[in-house]
């Protein structure tokens, strides 16, 4: 139920994102949708691997270059979707997952631990 509810909360983002952000165009909710169901099975099958392969400079960085692997898996989700989903570029992608995963610390914050002390 929760992995639903990240998808749908994820796609909300996508539409939010690309009503303020230029360079970034989601069309309509359903390729939303989509895109975020993609983008959340490519972070449970590509993106284990890629932080193994990165995981020296990510301890470097302090885990700052996983914002790096979201962009990625971003610009993977955008090349899966075609047109209907479309970032100019990585810098877009990458202020994208800045902001995806800001929003998501913050309802993660509020919803779910707020029900794990009740």
Request: glycine share 6%; charged share 10%; proline share 3%.
């Given at each position: 139920?929760?992995?639903?509810?990240?998808?749908?909360?994820?796609?909300?983002?996508?539409?939010?994102?690309?009503?303020?952000?230029?360079?970034?165009?989601?069309?309509?909710?359903?390729?939303?949708?989509?895109?975020?169901?993609?983008?959340?099975i490519l972070n449970l099958?590509?993106?284990?691997?890629?932080?193994?392969?990165?995981?020296?400079?990510?301890?470097?960085?302090?885990?700052?270059?996983?914002?790096?692997?979201?962009?990625?898996?971003?610009?993977?989700?955008?090349?899966?979707?075609?047109?209907?989903?479309?970032?100019?570029?990585?810098?877009?992608?990458?202020?994208?997952?800045?902001?995806?995963?800001?929003?998501?610390?913050?309802?993660?914050?509020?919803?779910?631990?707020?029900?794990?002390?009740?």
């Amino acid at each position: 139920m929760r992995w639903l509810l990240s998808i749908l909360i994820n796609a909300v983002l996508f539409i939010a994102i690309a009503g303020y952000l230029p360079g970034f165009k989601v069309h309509g909710f359903s390729a939303a949708l989509e895109a975020s169901f993609i983008l959340s099975i490519l972070n449970l099958l590509v993106r284990p691997i890629l932080i193994i392969l990165t995981l020296p400079i990510t301890i470097v960085t302090l885990g700052f270059f996983l914002l790096f692997i979201n962009a990625f898996t971003l610009v993977i989700t955008d090349k899966l979707m075609g047109s209907r989903f479309d970032m100019t570029n990585f810098g877009v992608a990458f202020l994208v997952a800045v902001i995806m995963a800001v929003v998501n610390v913050v309802i993660q914050h509020m919803f779910f631990q707020s029900r794990s002390k009740r």
